[in-house]
């Protein structure tokens, strides 16, 4: 257990509609990553957050955005979804921003697109 | 191109095997993540190195920052090691390989 917890673990939506997924992060991590695994890929970096504000985005258009909360948790919304946007997403909580930090990963929430 | 390649994709091995799982990169780097990643979902970091070798029970990790390489060991293999291997590697940000499957036959 890494105590980092996702919700939901499964969702599915439809082309066109808006999606919120959520994450716990360990208490004291203040630095919550995002990932997307595509089925038989690594995770690709969505972005990073550091005390509720964004600290790096990977190669992922603005209709991915997210939020953190003073209380560890974050967001991940994605509006308009498309077909490709079924994949496993992942977070992640480190103690800090620095890449060398070791990240405790959540379970994932699988979404399917239909 | 991928940043992170891993080599084999696929792996089957009998129990009590010597298992390697490599990693190459080709972004400068300041650290390397070794991840296992259970059917599910779920990945737990292994190993963080950003230089020489690290071990944890039946687990080596090594990496040769000059050669952009590392490697993953297991020694005297078993079932529950069975799972999704994958490098990651921080440069401006973080790259992942696809993955080494491995299963390890009783």
């Known amino acids: 257990e890494t105590g980092v917890t996702q919700s939901p673990t499964h969702l599915i939506k439809t082309r066109g509609q808006q999606v919120t997924l959520r994450c716990s992060s360990q208490?004291?991590?203040?630095?919550v990553s995002w990932y997307q695994q595509a089925l038989g890929q690594g995770p690709q970096f969505i972005f990073q957050y550091y005390r509720e504000e964004e600290n790096g985005r990977g190669n992922f258009p603005p209709r991915f955005s997210g939020l953190q909360f003073p209380n560890y948790s974050s967001e991940l919304n994605v509006n308009a979804l498309e077909l490709d946007d079924s994949a496993l997403y992942l977070c992640?909580?480190?103690?800090?921003?620095?890449?060398?930090?070791?990240?405790?990963f959540g379970p994932g929430t699988r979404l399917l697109v239909l | 191109k991928n940043e992170v390649e891993q080599s084999p994709q696929n792996l089957t091995a009998q129990e009590g095997e010597f298992i390697t799982i490599n990693c190459s990169y080709s972004?400068?780097?300041?650290?390397l993540h070794w991840l296992q990643q259970h059917p599910g979902g779920g990945i737990v970091s292994l190993f963080m190195?950003?230089?020489g070798k690290k071990k944890h029970g039946r687990l080596i990790a090594t990496i040769n920052i000059q050669e952009k390489h590392s490697s993953l060991h297991i020694t005297a293999s078993h079932p529950r090691d069975s799972a999704v291997y994958i490098c990651?590697?921080?440069?401006?940000?973080?790259?992942f390989g696809t993955g080494t499957s491995l299963t390890v036959i009783p």
């Open positions: 992640a909580s480190s103690l800090a921003t620095g890449r060398q930090e070791t990240q405790y």
């Open positions: 990651a590697v921080v440069g401006n940000q973080f790259y």
């Open positions: 972004v400068g780097i300041s650290a």
């Open positions: 190195l950003s230089s």
């Open positions: 208490s004291g991590h203040n630095t």
